[in-house]
């Protein structure tokens, strides 16, 4: 049986993977894969025995240095993860209500220069030199200039929660009135942000675009809203109604994800307690796995990573941001392709061939659907499962179909990995028809008992599989032999068929070019073209050769005079070959040229190598158009026209003459 008495339909385009219906998985021109997500794995638990008694709140720098908040002991912490450093800012806390001092403190923001401490016991904002950690203003019922700050119906200012954006202007959450007022950086009042949409506000936070988002428990809702008026809800809004948690600590990464902890008491079941992840659009994302147990604080840096107040005994958990992580939750990544048309009523489908990767620890699943009626995905019901592939040295998986005949054929793969760093990886699907297996050449006895026949025909197509890949080798050979075609690590068997051995500095590239051209080049062998020829298929530029003979004349005593100054005594057997000076990488090329220039040159000949410059030397080479260009003309020199410092003006000597030299800017003035 030859493979040509197959027709097959196949998938192995970028475009046709587009087509169908994707779930969790990642396209490209390579085939389908496992779609990569970024997850936070638990890395480090920083404890109370590094300083501090009960981590209020946190903050992080750009350096990701760590700032602790710790309301009991009344004082602010740095913490170092790279060297696991801790150190009190000395300058800041206390208890009691002077300047620097803190009473029953909430929380604390950063900005490139200064420190911010919500004092909430004590009604007001503290700002900090980060520097030196000295007072640089502070808020109380009036801001940093005297003007007062309206506090509503309640008449009082108790910040709960404080952010900072990227300007440095600062947003503070007034739990008395529960309103958003905003800063600028000198601590004077610009407005109110939110008034009388909040019922229960708890924590605030800034994306990188300015929008600031607020968690209300009562609401059991995250609102987002604009700064440049005031009450400008905007879409989405991040409903926490239905996870049962109770919601606590804020957090949005760079791309507009929304992260919200959970601290709800659950005795003897912290591992059910998770950071929830909201995308951009407002939807459910799931929670992040590498965290487990109660939230009330969390913070990310700039790198993605998250510190989270875990509320017991003081500990503070690194989750370290892990972007190389394949999608591993059940059922894994769904592929469905579109209706693959026989156009053959009552076709009795063969088989169903993939070309994939499966490492260790995943594993495919196939199904498969056959009508004579035209259906979308959402339509089909009752999937067959034809087979699971899982890992073997093996590429091309193969399995018969055995059941129902139809004009149209679905195929839907489900990939699975138990394994976050691996994903098996689909290049093709092909789809065979009709039906022909080896049991057609056996006798017809074989055939009469239906039990047997099907027995019968799956026993065969083990052995149909393996003479099927021999097949397909044996068809595509041709191939091989083509330059064009043929894999790369046959370029260098399919060099020895012209007695060639390619340096080590030829690119893949070059050396097809090469081959392609290697009869016509034997034929030249020996000449000016065919040298100029390889040196340019090598370099990617025509290099010019100049040979002795051709300065015989007496118009050329001047070049020949100059070559003679470069290789010495005029040998009639003797030529140069100009390399272009524009030519990228040419000094790790000259030692291949030179050895090229060895085998392909004659005998009886001597040959030097020159790169030319991109300068005007008026006694060497200088060539119009290809390593010297002349600028529009100008009416005199000095005015708008420059000589730079590396001309070189010289005198050819002559007999009883010294050769003058004379740099432009140095010991000649040009007038």
């Known amino acids: 049986m030859n493979n040509t008495d197959f027709k097959f339909l196949v998938i192995n385009t970028k475009t046709s993977w587009e087509e169908g219906y994707k779930e969790n998985l990642e396209v490209s021109d390579a085939g389908i894969a496992l779609k990569k997500e970024p997850s936070h794995i638990l890395e480090r638990e920083i404890g109370k025995s590094e300083g501090w008694v009960e981590a209020t709140d946190i903050a992080v720098d750009a350096c990701g240095v760590l700032y602790i908040l710790d309301a009991e002991g009344h004082s602010i912490l740095t913490y170092e993860p790279a060297n696991k450093r801790t150190e009190r800012l000395r300058c800041i806390g206390g208890a009691g209500s002077l300047i620097g001092q803190l009473k029953n403190p909430k929380g604390i923001a950063l900005s490139p220069d200064t420190l911010y401490v919500a004092d909430t016991g004590n009604n007001r904002i503290q700002a900090f030199a980060r520097i030196n950690s000295q007072i640089r203003w502070f808020v109380e019922n009036t801001d940093s200039e005297g003007y007062p700050i309206p506090t509503g119906d309640s008449g009082e200012f108790r910040p709960v929660d404080i952010a900072v954006d990227d300007i440095a202007n600062l947003y503070v959450l007034n739990g008395a009135d529960r309103r958003i007022l905003k800063f600028d950086k000198g601590g004077r009042f610009k407005g109110t942000c939110v008034e009388e949409k909040l019922k229960e506000p708890e924590n605030i936070a800034i994306d990188k675009d300015g929008f600031l988002y607020v968690l209300d428990k009562k609401k059991m809702m995250i609102l987002k809203f604009g700064t440049d008026r005031k009450d400008n809800l905007l879409k989405p809004e991040f409903d926490l109604e239905n996870l049962g948690i109770e919601p606590s600590g804020l957090a949005v990464d760079l791309e507009g994800n929304v992260y919200v902890g959970d601290k709800k008491e659950i005795k003897g079941e912290e591992e059910e307690r998770f950071i929830h992840k909201f995308d951009s659009a407002g939807n459910y994302a799931g929670p992040l796995l590498g965290h487990r147990g109660p939230c009330y604080g969390l913070v990310m840096d700039k790198q993605g990573n998250f510190y989270v107040i875990t509320g017991k005994e003081g500990e503070i958990a690194l989750l370290k941001y892990k972007r190389e992580r394949y999608f591993i939750k059940e059922p894994g990544g769904t592929f469905i392709s579109k209706a693959l048309d026989s156009n053959e009523p009552g076709c009795q489908w063969h088989k169903i061939v993939l070309d994939a990767e499966i490492p260790d620890k995943t594993q495919i699943n196939v199904y498969y659907y056959i009508s ?263 009416m005199q020199l000095g005015v708008t026209s420059v000589i730079g410092r590396d001309t070189v003006l010289s005198d050819i000597k002559e007999a009883g003459q010294v050769e003058r030299r004379s740099r432009t800017g140095i010991d000649t003035e040009l007038r």
């Open 372 to 634: 004579d009626e035209e259906k979308s995905e959402q339509d089909i019901s009752e999937w067959k499962k034809l087979a699971t592939f899982r890992a073997s040295e093996i590429k091309q998986r193969d399995a018969l179909i055995q059941e129902r005949s139809g004009k149209y054929l679905w195929v839907k793969l489900e990939l699975i990995s138990l394994d976050e760093c691996k994903t098996p990886k689909i290049k093709s699907i092909k789809a065979y028809f009709p039906r022909l297996s080896y049991l057609r050449y056996l006798p017809a006895v074989y055939q009469e008992d239906a039990a047997s026949r099907d027995f019968l025909e799956r026993f065969l197509s083990l052995f149909e599989t393996f003479l099927w890949c021999k097949e397909e080798e044996i068809v595509q050979i041709a191939g091989y032999f083509d330059v064009e075609a043929a894999p790369e690590e046959f370029i260098s068997w399919l060099a020895t068929w012209v007695a060639t051995i390619f340096d080590e500095s030829w690119s893949e590239e070059k050396r097809r070019v090469f081959l392609q051209r290697a009869v016509e080049l034997y034929k030249k062998r020996g000449t000016r073209e065919g040298l100029e020829e390889l040196i340019e298929i090598y370099t990617g530029n025509k290099p010019m050769i100049v040979e002795n003979f051709q300065l015989r004349c007496k118009e050329n005593e001047d070049i020949k005079s100059t070559l003679e100054k470069l290789f010495g005594t005029f040998k009639p057997y003797r030529f140069c070959v100009l390399l272009k000076a524009t030519q990228e990488e040419i000094e790790s090329q000259l030692k291949t040229i030179k050895r090229l220039i060895e085998l392909e040159k004659p005998v009886h000949t001597n040959a030097g190598v020159t790169v030319l410059q991109p300068w005007i030397y008026l006694d060497m080479h200088t060539y119009l158009g290809i390593n010297t260009y002349l600028s529009k003309p100008v």
